[in-house]
């Protein structure tokens, strides 16, 4: 019966993003596959690859956080940017377009906004 059916107060967003990459050089030999994180509540915002040589994936969610797939700890998703943290005022937004690393252990990171 619908008339029991309580009207939501706020729409929840999950997004559920799996993702594999593909050695074509190898005859398609995967190189890694699984979930991109994104945190519930938010959604995808921008993906693609390191641009320091390495070509590890990065994604970036509405929660305003750019992370990078590193190979340790079995593929570890390490946060290098943090909007919120980046914010000089109030109502600053930031859009990601390119990430570059500037060392292999994603310790700082060049964001391209």
Known sequence: DASQLSSPTELRVEQHVAFAEY??????????????????GHTLTWLGHVEDGSGALAFGASDGVVRVRTPDFGG??????????????????????????????????????
């Open 23 to 40: 050695d074509v050089a190898d005859g398609g030999r995967v190189l890694c596959e699984g979930a991109l994180p994104i945190p519930p």
């Open 76 to 113: 570890a998703w390490v946060p290098v940017f943090r909007s919120a943290d980046a914010r000089k005022q109030g109502g600053e937004h930031h859009w990601t377009v390119a990430v570059s690393t500037a060392d292999s252990a994603y310790a700082s990171a060049g964001l391209y906004c």
